[in-house]
Protein backbone atom coordinates (compact mmCIF):
# COMPACT_ATOMS: atom_id res chain seq x y z
CA UNK A 1 0.00 0.00 0.00
CA UNK A 2 1.67 2.96 -1.43
CA UNK A 3 0.68 5.33 1.50
CA UNK A 4 2.10 3.23 4.38
CA UNK A 5 5.29 3.19 2.74
CA UNK A 6 8.39 5.48 3.86
CA UNK A 7 8.88 8.42 1.05
CA UNK A 8 12.48 7.54 0.30
CA UNK A 9 14.73 4.17 1.74
CA UNK A 10 17.19 5.73 3.69
CA UNK A 11 20.71 4.53 0.93
CA UNK A 12 23.14 5.97 2.46
CA UNK A 13 25.12 9.06 0.49
CA UNK A 14 28.68 8.82 3.06
CA UNK A 15 31.32 6.39 2.84
CA UNK A 16 31.99 7.78 6.38
CA UNK A 17 33.70 4.66 8.13
CA UNK A 18 34.42 2.32 4.88
CA UNK A 19 37.71 1.15 4.67
CA UNK A 20 39.08 2.06 0.97
CA UNK A 21 41.93 0.68 -0.77
CA UNK A 22 43.56 2.68 -3.55
CA UNK A 23 46.54 1.93 -5.59
CA UNK A 24 48.74 4.63 -7.25
CA UNK A 25 47.16 6.68 -4.32
CA UNK A 26 50.77 8.82 -4.22
CA UNK A 27 50.02 10.96 -6.93
CA UNK A 28 47.64 12.64 -9.54
CA UNK A 29 44.12 10.89 -9.24
CA UNK A 30 44.90 8.18 -6.60
CA UNK A 31 46.18 10.99 -4.13
CA UNK A 32 43.16 13.30 -4.73
CA UNK A 33 40.85 10.31 -4.37
CA UNK A 34 42.61 9.41 -1.10
CA UNK A 35 42.17 12.75 0.20
CA UNK A 36 38.61 13.12 -1.35
CA UNK A 37 37.75 9.59 0.96
CA UNK A 38 39.17 10.88 3.90
CA UNK A 39 37.68 14.66 4.09
CA UNK A 40 34.34 12.08 3.44
CA UNK A 41 34.84 10.37 6.95
CA UNK A 42 36.64 7.02 5.17
CA UNK A 43 39.70 5.02 6.62
CA UNK A 44 42.12 4.94 3.70
CA UNK A 45 44.84 2.39 2.78
CA UNK A 46 47.22 4.46 0.37
CA UNK A 47 49.43 1.89 -1.89
CA UNK A 48 52.06 3.13 -4.33
CA UNK A 49 55.15 1.66 -5.14
CA UNK A 50 57.74 4.41 -3.02
CA UNK A 51 57.25 4.55 0.83
CA UNK A 52 58.36 7.75 0.84
CA UNK A 53 56.08 9.45 -1.18
CA UNK A 54 53.09 7.01 0.53
CA UNK A 55 54.08 8.30 3.70
CA UNK A 56 54.11 11.93 2.97
CA UNK A 57 49.88 11.48 1.40
CA UNK A 58 49.37 9.77 4.75
CA UNK A 59 50.58 12.44 7.03
CA UNK A 60 49.16 15.34 4.78
CA UNK A 61 45.55 13.27 4.84
CA UNK A 62 46.80 13.20 8.79
CA UNK A 63 47.63 16.74 9.21
CA UNK A 64 43.57 17.92 8.30
CA UNK A 65 42.39 15.16 10.77
CA UNK A 66 41.48 12.13 8.44
CA UNK A 67 41.96 8.88 9.00
CA UNK A 68 44.77 6.96 6.96
CA UNK A 69 47.70 4.22 6.53
CA UNK A 70 50.23 3.35 3.72
CA UNK A 71 51.81 0.46 2.45
CA UNK A 72 54.11 0.10 -0.66
CA UNK A 73 52.50 -1.82 -2.79
CA UNK A 74 53.80 -2.99 -6.52
CA UNK A 75 50.54 -4.24 -8.24
CA UNK A 76 52.63 -6.45 -10.25
CA UNK A 77 53.58 -8.33 -7.48
CA UNK A 78 51.11 -10.97 -6.19
CA UNK A 79 52.90 -12.10 -3.42
CA UNK A 80 52.69 -8.88 -1.85
CA UNK A 81 48.56 -7.62 -2.73
CA UNK A 82 47.69 -10.45 -0.75
CA UNK A 83 49.77 -9.01 2.24
CA UNK A 84 48.72 -5.49 1.90
CA UNK A 85 45.15 -6.82 1.44
CA UNK A 86 45.77 -8.51 4.92
CA UNK A 87 47.59 -5.38 6.20
CA UNK A 88 44.93 -3.36 5.26
CA UNK A 89 41.76 -5.40 7.08
CA UNK A 90 44.31 -6.00 10.65
CA UNK A 91 44.93 -2.12 10.72
CA UNK A 92 42.07 -0.31 9.24
CA UNK A 93 39.00 -2.90 9.52
CA UNK A 94 37.43 -5.05 6.15
CA UNK A 95 37.81 -3.41 3.08
CA UNK A 96 34.49 -2.34 1.53
CA UNK A 97 35.86 -0.44 -1.40
CA UNK A 98 38.38 -0.78 -3.95
CA UNK A 99 39.90 1.70 -6.48
CA UNK A 100 42.37 0.14 -8.80
CA UNK A 101 43.77 3.50 -10.13
CA UNK A 102 47.78 2.75 -10.82
CA UNK A 103 48.99 2.79 -13.69
CA UNK A 104 51.80 3.80 -16.42
CA UNK A 105 52.47 6.02 -19.20
CA UNK A 106 53.80 3.73 -22.58
CA UNK A 107 54.82 4.58 -26.13
CA UNK A 108 55.16 1.89 -28.16
CA UNK A 109 54.71 1.48 -32.42
CA UNK A 110 53.78 -1.55 -34.09
CA UNK A 111 56.62 -1.06 -36.16
CA UNK A 112 59.13 -1.35 -33.45
CA UNK A 113 61.55 -4.60 -33.00
CA UNK A 114 59.99 -7.53 -30.92
CA UNK A 115 62.90 -6.99 -27.79
CA UNK A 116 61.35 -3.34 -27.66
CA UNK A 117 57.92 -3.81 -28.11
CA UNK A 118 57.28 -7.43 -26.48
CA UNK A 119 58.29 -5.62 -22.86
CA UNK A 120 56.55 -2.33 -23.35
CA UNK A 121 53.24 -4.73 -24.23
CA UNK A 122 54.12 -6.72 -20.74
CA UNK A 123 54.16 -4.22 -18.78
CA UNK A 124 51.26 -2.50 -19.96
CA UNK A 125 49.13 -5.69 -19.14
CA UNK A 126 50.50 -6.71 -15.81
CA UNK A 127 50.30 -3.08 -13.98
CA UNK A 128 46.83 -2.15 -16.17
CA UNK A 129 45.19 -5.18 -16.49
CA UNK A 130 45.89 -8.39 -14.61
CA UNK A 131 46.69 -6.13 -11.38
CA UNK A 132 43.25 -5.28 -11.37
CA UNK A 133 41.69 -8.48 -11.45
CA UNK A 134 44.33 -9.88 -8.88
CA UNK A 135 43.75 -6.93 -6.67
CA UNK A 136 39.73 -7.57 -7.03
CA UNK A 137 40.25 -11.19 -5.91
CA UNK A 138 42.13 -10.94 -3.37
CA UNK A 139 40.05 -8.41 -1.91
CA UNK A 140 36.27 -10.22 -1.86
CA UNK A 141 36.03 -11.92 0.58
CA UNK A 142 36.14 -8.63 2.33
CA UNK A 143 33.78 -6.78 -0.72
CA UNK A 144 31.13 -9.39 -0.50
CA UNK A 145 30.65 -9.39 3.44
CA UNK A 146 27.95 -7.41 3.69
CA UNK A 147 25.92 -6.75 0.53
CA UNK A 148 27.66 -3.16 -0.35
CA UNK A 149 31.18 -3.95 -1.93
CA UNK A 150 32.75 -1.37 -4.26
CA UNK A 151 35.39 -1.86 -7.13
CA UNK A 152 36.03 1.06 -8.98
CA UNK A 153 38.30 0.68 -12.25
CA UNK A 154 40.12 3.63 -13.62
CA UNK A 155 40.53 3.12 -17.34
CA UNK A 156 40.85 5.73 -19.82
CA UNK A 157 39.15 7.19 -23.23
CA UNK A 158 42.39 5.21 -24.38
CA UNK A 159 39.99 2.52 -23.55
CA UNK A 160 37.11 3.75 -25.90
CA UNK A 161 38.89 4.71 -28.62
CA UNK A 162 42.78 4.63 -29.67
CA UNK A 163 45.72 7.31 -30.01
CA UNK A 164 48.34 6.28 -32.20
CA UNK A 165 51.90 5.05 -30.41
CA UNK A 166 50.44 4.00 -27.34
CA UNK A 167 48.84 -0.08 -28.78
CA UNK A 168 49.65 -1.92 -25.55
CA UNK A 169 47.86 1.05 -23.01
CA UNK A 170 45.05 1.22 -25.57
CA UNK A 171 44.86 -2.88 -25.24
CA UNK A 172 45.50 -3.01 -21.46
CA UNK A 173 42.29 0.02 -20.89
CA UNK A 174 40.09 -1.72 -23.03
CA UNK A 175 41.00 -4.72 -21.23
CA UNK A 176 39.64 -2.82 -17.95
CA UNK A 177 36.32 -2.10 -19.26
CA UNK A 178 35.80 -5.84 -20.40
CA UNK A 179 36.46 -6.86 -16.94
CA UNK A 180 34.29 -4.54 -15.37
CA UNK A 181 31.70 -5.76 -17.42
CA UNK A 182 32.71 -9.23 -16.17
CA UNK A 183 33.14 -8.51 -12.73
CA UNK A 184 29.54 -6.57 -12.78
CA UNK A 185 28.19 -9.57 -14.06
CA UNK A 186 29.55 -12.06 -11.94
CA UNK A 187 30.19 -10.21 -8.64
CA UNK A 188 27.21 -8.61 -8.33
CA UNK A 189 25.60 -11.53 -7.47
CA UNK A 190 27.86 -11.57 -4.23
CA UNK A 191 26.88 -7.94 -3.43
CA UNK A 192 29.89 -6.17 -4.45
CA UNK A 193 29.24 -3.90 -7.58
CA UNK A 194 31.79 -2.92 -10.33
CA UNK A 195 32.25 -0.15 -12.42
CA UNK A 196 34.81 1.93 -14.40
CA UNK A 197 35.68 5.43 -15.25
CA UNK A 198 37.42 6.93 -18.05
CA UNK A 199 39.38 9.58 -17.98
CA UNK A 200 40.00 12.13 -20.63
CA UNK A 201 42.78 14.38 -20.33
CA UNK A 202 44.19 15.25 -16.46
CA UNK A 203 46.80 17.32 -14.94
CA UNK A 204 48.69 14.36 -13.10
CA UNK A 205 52.17 12.88 -13.02
CA UNK A 206 51.13 10.86 -15.94
CA UNK A 207 50.76 14.31 -18.21
CA UNK A 208 52.97 17.06 -16.90
CA UNK A 209 55.63 16.18 -19.46
CA UNK A 210 53.56 17.53 -22.34
CA UNK A 211 54.51 21.02 -23.21
CA UNK A 212 51.78 23.40 -21.97
CA UNK A 213 51.50 24.64 -24.94
CA UNK A 214 50.40 21.27 -27.01
CA UNK A 215 47.99 20.71 -23.74
CA UNK A 216 46.35 23.98 -24.21
CA UNK A 217 46.18 23.19 -28.04
CA UNK A 218 44.98 19.79 -27.48
CA UNK A 219 41.91 20.67 -25.14
CA UNK A 220 41.09 23.74 -27.35
CA UNK A 221 40.56 21.62 -30.24
CA UNK A 222 39.38 18.30 -28.67
CA UNK A 223 37.57 19.35 -25.47
CA UNK A 224 34.13 20.79 -25.37
CA UNK A 225 35.29 22.64 -21.70
CA UNK A 226 38.47 23.22 -23.32
CA UNK A 227 40.45 22.59 -20.71
CA UNK A 228 42.65 19.70 -19.06
CA UNK A 229 40.54 18.48 -16.13
CA UNK A 230 41.97 17.99 -12.68
CA UNK A 231 42.54 14.87 -10.23
CA UNK A 232 39.62 16.07 -8.22
CA UNK A 233 37.31 16.01 -10.87
CA UNK A 234 37.99 12.28 -11.53
CA UNK A 235 37.78 11.61 -7.77
CA UNK A 236 34.62 12.91 -7.15
CA UNK A 237 32.73 10.62 -9.74
CA UNK A 238 34.83 7.71 -8.07
CA UNK A 239 33.44 8.25 -4.71
CA UNK A 240 30.01 8.77 -6.19
CA UNK A 241 30.18 5.53 -7.51
CA UNK A 242 31.78 3.90 -4.35
CA UNK A 243 28.64 5.45 -2.45
CA UNK A 244 26.37 3.31 -0.38
CA UNK A 245 23.54 4.79 -2.54
CA UNK A 246 25.23 3.59 -5.65
CA UNK A 247 23.67 0.34 -4.95
CA UNK A 248 22.00 -0.36 -8.62
CA UNK A 249 24.51 1.21 -10.33
CA UNK A 250 26.73 -1.66 -11.85
CA UNK A 251 28.96 -2.88 -14.69
CA UNK A 252 28.92 1.17 -16.63
CA UNK A 253 31.52 3.13 -17.88
CA UNK A 254 31.84 7.14 -17.10
CA UNK A 255 33.81 8.93 -19.34
CA UNK A 256 35.38 12.06 -17.22
CA UNK A 257 36.49 13.95 -20.43
CA UNK A 258 34.63 17.23 -20.39
CA UNK A 259 32.82 15.58 -23.42
CA UNK A 260 36.04 15.01 -25.00
CA UNK A 261 34.54 11.61 -26.95
CA UNK A 262 31.13 12.87 -27.96
CA UNK A 263 32.42 15.75 -29.58
CA UNK A 264 32.39 15.06 -33.58
CA UNK A 265 34.14 18.22 -34.71
P1 LIG B 1 50.25 9.58 -11.90
O1 LIG B 1 51.52 9.20 -12.59
O2 LIG B 1 50.14 10.94 -11.32
O3 LIG B 1 49.89 8.51 -10.79
C1 LIG B 1 49.97 7.12 -11.03
C2 LIG B 1 50.52 6.44 -9.79
O4 LIG B 1 50.58 5.04 -10.04
C3 LIG B 1 51.96 6.90 -9.45
O5 LIG B 1 52.03 7.36 -8.11
C4 LIG B 1 52.78 5.66 -9.68
O6 LIG B 1 53.88 5.51 -8.77
C5 LIG B 1 51.76 4.56 -9.47
N1 LIG B 1 52.21 3.30 -10.09
C6 LIG B 1 52.79 3.12 -11.29
N2 LIG B 1 53.13 1.83 -11.45
C7 LIG B 1 52.73 1.18 -10.33
C8 LIG B 1 52.81 -0.15 -9.88
N3 LIG B 1 53.40 -1.11 -10.63
N4 LIG B 1 52.29 -0.46 -8.66
C9 LIG B 1 51.72 0.48 -7.90
N5 LIG B 1 51.63 1.76 -8.25
C10 LIG B 1 52.14 2.11 -9.46
O7 LIG B 1 49.12 9.34 -13.02
P2 LIG B 1 47.53 9.52 -13.02
O8 LIG B 1 47.23 10.27 -14.23
O9 LIG B 1 47.00 9.98 -11.72
O10 LIG B 1 47.10 8.00 -13.30
C11 LIG B 1 46.10 7.32 -12.57
C12 LIG B 1 45.33 6.42 -13.52
O11 LIG B 1 44.59 7.22 -14.43
C13 LIG B 1 46.21 5.51 -14.38
O12 LIG B 1 45.60 4.23 -14.44
C14 LIG B 1 46.18 6.18 -15.72
O13 LIG B 1 46.40 5.26 -16.79
C15 LIG B 1 44.79 6.74 -15.75
N6 LIG B 1 44.54 7.83 -16.70
C16 LIG B 1 45.23 9.01 -16.65
C17 LIG B 1 44.91 10.03 -17.54
C18 LIG B 1 45.58 11.37 -17.50
O14 LIG B 1 45.35 12.19 -18.39
N7 LIG B 1 46.38 11.70 -16.52
C19 LIG B 1 43.87 9.85 -18.56
C20 LIG B 1 43.20 8.59 -18.49
C21 LIG B 1 43.54 7.61 -17.60
Known amino acids: ML ?19 ITGAASGMGRATAHLFADEGARVAVTDLDQTKVDS ?15 TLDVVDPGRIHEVVGLVQSTLGDIDILVNNAGIAIGASYEQPDNEYEPQWQRAMDVMLTS ?12 RRNGEGRIVNIASTEGLGASRGTGPYVAAKHGVIGLTRSMAVELGALGVTTNCICPGPILTGLTE ?3 EAAREKFARRRVPLRRYGSPEEVAQITLSLALPASSYLNGVVIPVDGGMTIQNT
Open 57 to 71: VVAEIKGVGGEAAGW
Open 132 to 143: HQRLARACLAQL
Open 3 to 21: AGMARLSQLSRSVAGRVVL
Open 209 to 211: GIP
